[in-house]
């Protein structure tokens, strides 16, 4: 769920962001755009959102792609299940973020009629008691928490503090651990991670950046994946799955790529998509390496651990107007990922990051099944959630050899380095990714578009 929303929720209203200009552009298809001159063959290491839209945008313009993707499926972090409800289970993105994106104009292009918004209100767990936002209303002491944190949350973007962690900055606030909790649920939990794990800078800096829309969106029946199938048929044929590159040699007059099964393929520029986190953990040797400057943003940026779990009911045991569930002690949001189907599966998502979800990291399906049905069992005494529990969904991104956690987040010392992550190197190495997106649209898959688009610009020759 898109924290904006939650917090809407909780009391009023939020403004509405500015559309950077350059945005605009970003908008622009390809299709208007002059050749950008490229001499191919350009090579695609990944295949994720950014990989893929790249691949289609320069054969648009006529350019030779070749796409390397190391697993066995294209899509990276989109990626559906079906057969466990009766629509497509979303194990990684899910939501539209804003109507000011290259990810919402595909929706609109190939899925006009799935488009629905996010429905459903907020409720919280405060002290061991299950909240509605009337109570927030009602509640004098509340409505000041509930304000303090709006009002937190609204001033990120003007924050003029020391760079300290989000966990410190709170502090200073008088809001009680309760609402701290939910605090980490709306926006450490929603970027990725923890509340002292996130640096004040680099989350004033995302904050500040942000132009796609508060509004969010969800696909009726049918899955993210199937927006780029239906959108970019030609660039998904063309990508060379179970190919991971191991080495990059940028050379005299060319660039060799090499899996680590010991293919080889030549290309006069690349372009590197792979999650931040594996050239953090050197999973591609760069020869010459890359400059330092390179690999202290890549240092930078962190991921941290993220999981997904989806719970399959008989019925729901929430109330109608259900959307999320903030606030857990295990998992700091649920939400009713059935809400605005046509569903007769009731279905609550699990989202969980940082420490809380590392506590999940190698346990059976079995026992993760029966700590989240505790936890829900406390918030819904009288309804018992186990009788009606019909299956789990587990979803580990930090699992994913080719992943390795869930997205980028604002980690201190990590302002102005995706800059820094995006630029190109020499005329041949390129940056894109949901880490490398300069203007605050970090660990979306618009985010991810967005900075595959600037990436082929930068191309021209
Ligand atoms: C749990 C979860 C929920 C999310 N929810 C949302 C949401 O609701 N809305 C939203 O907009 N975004 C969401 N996101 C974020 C979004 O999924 C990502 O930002 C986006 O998909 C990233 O795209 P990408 O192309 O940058 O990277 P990826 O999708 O990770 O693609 C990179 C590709 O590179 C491949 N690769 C890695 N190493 C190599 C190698 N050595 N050689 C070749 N290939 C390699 C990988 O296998 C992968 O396919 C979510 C992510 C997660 C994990």
């Known amino acids: 769920m898109n924290r904006r929303i939650l917090l809407k929720n909780m009391l009023k209203g939020l403004p509405m962001y500015c559309v950077a200009p350059w945005l605009l552009e970003a908008c622009a298809k390809a299709e208007r755009d002059e050749t950008l001159g490229i001499e191919g063959?350009?090579?695609?290491?990944?295949?994720?959102?950014?990989?893929?839209?790249?691949?289609?945008?320069?054969?648009?313009?006529?350019?030779?792609?070749?796409?390397?993707?190391a697993s066995s499926l294209a899509g990276g972090?989109?990626?559906?299940?079906?057969?466990?409800?009766?629509?497509?289970?979303?194990?990684?993105?899910?939501?539209?973020?804003?109507?000011?994106?290259?990810?919402?104009?595909?929706?609109?292009?190939?899925?006009?009629?799935?488009?629905?918004?996010?429905?459903?209100?907020?409720?919280?767990?405060?002290?061991?008691?299950?909240?509605?936002?009337?109570?927030?209303?009602?509640?004098?002491?509340?409505?000041?928490a509930g304000q303090t944190l709006l009002q937190i949350s609204e001033s990120l973007a003007s924050y003029e503090g020391p760079d300290i962690s989000l966990q410190e900055y709170l502090i200073n606030f008088p809001i009680e651990p309760g609402m701290i909790e939910i605090a980490n649920a709306i926006i450490a939990n929603e970027y990725g991670t923890q509340l002292d794990r996130i640096g004040m800078y680099a989350l004033r800096e995302a904050e500040q950046r942000y132009s796609s829309g508060i509004d969010g969106y969800f696909l009726k029946n049918r899955s993210m994946w199937s927006l780029f199938e239906t959108a970019f048929p030609d660039a998904i044929a063309q990508i060379k799955l179970n190919e991971p590159v191991g080495e990059v040699i940028v050379r005299e007059s060319d660039v060799l790529i090499k899996t680590i099964y010991d293919a080889e393929y030549f290309a006069q520029k690349v372009l590197i998509t792979v999650p931040v986190s594996l050239l953090q953990q050197g999973f591609i040797t760069f020869n010459p390496s890359l400059p330092q400057v390179k690999l202290d943003a890549i240092n930078a940026i962190k991921m941290d651990v993220g999981s997904k779990f989806i719970l399959r009911f008989s019925a729901p045991f929430w109330d109608d107007d259900t959307g999320s569930i903030l606030g857990g002690l295990r998992i700091p949001e649920y939400w009713v990922s059935s809400a605005g189907k046509n569903s007769a599966t009731p279905k609550l998502t699990a989202f969980v990051m940082g420490d809380r979800a590392a506590y999940f990291q190698g346990m059976a399906e079995p026992q993760i099944k029966a700590e989240l049905l505790d936890e829900l069992g406390l918030m819904y005494p009288a309804q018992n959630p186990s009788e009606l529990c019909t299956g789990i969904l587990v979803q580990r991104w930090a699992d994913e050899p080719f992943i390795r956690g869930a997205y980028s987040y604002p980690s201190p010392q990590s302002t102005g380095m995706r800059e820094v992550l995006a630029e190109p190197i020499g005329n041949r190495l390129f940056f894109a990714g949901e880490a490398c997106n300069v203007n605050g649209h970090i660990a979306t898959v618009h985010g991810a578009m967005e900075s595959a688009y600037l990436a082929c610009k930068a191309m021209k020759t």
């Open 41 to 69: 063959p350009v090579c695609i290491i990944g295949a994720g959102a950014a990989g893929i839209y790249a691949a289609a945008y320069l054969m648009k313009l006529g350019v030779d792609v070749t796409i390397l993707e």
């Open 77 to 144: 972090r989109i990626r559906s299940q079906n057969g466990f409800a009766d629509f497509p289970a979303e194990l990684g993105a899910e939501e539209i973020h804003g109507r000011r994106s290259l990810l919402y104009d595909l929706a609109l292009s190939s899925a006009q009629a799935d488009i629905v918004p996010e429905v459903g209100e907020s409720k919280y767990w405060l002290n061991n008691v299950l909240r509605d936002s009337y109570f927030f209303q009602q509640s004098s002491a509340l409505q000041g």
